[in-house]
């Protein structure tokens, strides 16, 4: 009778996933997951041909990850691109290692940050329609400008430069939002 394997795929991609999001995307290495995991490289190279696929299925995961978390996000703001600025200035905070993963490293053949942010839902999208709504002239120029106030904030976060409450920072991302309107 066949040994059952103990070491699956998913486990494997586990181990991988969470050591990311403790010690970052540069920690995965073959003996580092293996010995995480509780076995041998070799299970890990049963089922991926190379490190480098592992990688992309932690990446794949980690997109899932944030584009669950952003789904989940209470929205409480009612200006355009508040409660997008919130969302991912508050993962930033949170999952600084998978947010470098996807917004900082970027690597050749990986979704662009808009097709991350935008996902299949379109919140992107709906956010430049909202600021339609409300009388913005130029919708895609001020959610040009909003990410670049958004992203940068959420960037200070990795380097502890970022200590503003929720309450400041939706007050910050709505002051913003109207003195660009000018």
């Not at 580092?32 to 070799?42: I, Y």
């Not at 508050?90 to 290692?97: G, H, I, M, T, Y």
Request: net charge negative; aromatic share 12%.
């Amino acid at each position: 009778m066949a040994r059952k394997e103990s070491i699956t795929i998913d486990r494997i991609l586990s181990v991988a996933f969470e050591m990311t999001r403790e010690l970052g995307a540069d920690s995965i290495t073959a003996r580092h997951v293996a010995e995480k995991a509780g076995c041998s490289t070799q299970p890990i190279f049963r089922v991926y041909k190379n490190m480098s696929e592992l990688q992309t299925a932690v990446y794949d995961k980690s997109v899932q990850f944030f584009r669950d978390y952003y789904a989940a996000f209470d929205r409480v703001g009612k200006v355009p691109f508040t409660n997008l600025g919130m969302a991912y200035i508050a993962f930033a905070r949170k999952e600084k290692n998978l947010f470098r993963l996807l917004f900082v490293d970027a690597k050749p053949g990986r979704i662009s940050m808009y097709e991350l942010l935008n996902g299949s839902e379109g919140n992107v999208v709906a956010e430049i329609n909202m600021a339609k709504e409300m009388g913005c002239s130029d919708p895609g120029s001020m959610f040009m400008k909003m990410w670049i106030f958004i992203h940068g904030a959420a960037c200070m976060t990795l380097s502890g430069d970022y200590d503003l409450t929720d309450e400041e920072t939706m007050s910050l991302l709505e002051k913003a939002y109207n003195s660009f309107l000018v």
